[in-house]
């Protein structure tokens, strides 16, 4: 767990060492997004409780080192709660980074429908969605093998959607 949460703090360190503005989002509806597909089913508890530190050590941050300043973390019940609308409506987001939802296992399983519609919702709603699978930090500069792009295009390349986004209901 360690490793895990060290290899977070190093890749968001790179980001702001480059001048990166962000935030982090959490969405309590999509934990199990957390555990890899192909992960032993006694071993779920280790991937969510690495979650819930994270979000917790994360959470005691701001995004600027005033300890006034604006948060770092953020977290949400639901994609589609009011706090997210009300999140969304009040920060100008230029685009959502996350990642493209496919396991770095070669012969590994298709994206999970349901992450796909996630990443759909968030296009649906006019926000750009930069993948950050691959990603490399070059001298004062921060590159991806992919471009960032609306998500439909890349959905098309991960397969079509089959069902809503739950509603929580």
Same mark, same amino acid.
């Given at each position: 767990? +360690?490793?895990?949460?060290?290899? &977070?703090? &190093?890749?968001? $360190?790179? +980001? ?16 199990? +997004?957390?555990?890899? !597909?192909? #992960?032993? !089913?006694? %071993?779920?508890?280790?991937? /969510?409780? /690495? ?7 994360? *959470?005691?941050?701001?995004?600027? *080192? ?10 949400? #019940? ?11 409506? /009040?920060? $100008? ?5 996350? %990642? ?6 070669? *012969? ?20 750009? &969605? ?7 930090? @070059?001298? $004062?500069?921060?590159?991806? /093998?992919?471009?960032? $792009?609306? &998500?439909? #295009? @890349? +959905?098309?390349?991960? *397969? %079509?959607? %089959? ?7």
């Amino acid at each position: 767990m +360690l490793h895990a949460i060290h290899a &977070v703090e &190093v890749f968001l $360190a790179n +980001l702001k060492e480059r001048g990166c503005n962000f935030q982090i989002l959490w969405f309590d509806q999509h934990e199990e +997004l957390c555990i890899p !597909p192909h #992960s032993p !089913p006694g %071993s779920a508890y280790k991937y /969510t409780l /690495t979650r819930a530190v994270l979000i917790e050590h994360l *959470g005691r941050f701001t995004n600027d *080192g005033r300890p006034d300043g604006p948060k770092l973390c953020y977290r949400f #019940s639901r994609i589609d709660c009011d706090e997210f609308r009300d999140y969304l409506a /009040t920060n $100008a987001i230029h685009f959502i980074m996350c %990642s493209d939802g496919a396991s770095s296992d070669a *012969g590994s399983e298709p994206v999970d429908d349901y992450y796909k519609h996630i990443v759909h919702e968030i296009s649906r709603r006019g926000y750009c &969605v930069a993948f950050i699978n691959d990603l490399e930090f @070059r001298s $004062a500069r921060v590159c991806g /093998t992919g471009p960032i $792009a609306r &998500v439909m #295009s @890349r +959905l098309t390349q991960l *397969g %079509s959607c %089959s069902s809503p986004l739950p509603t929580g209901d």
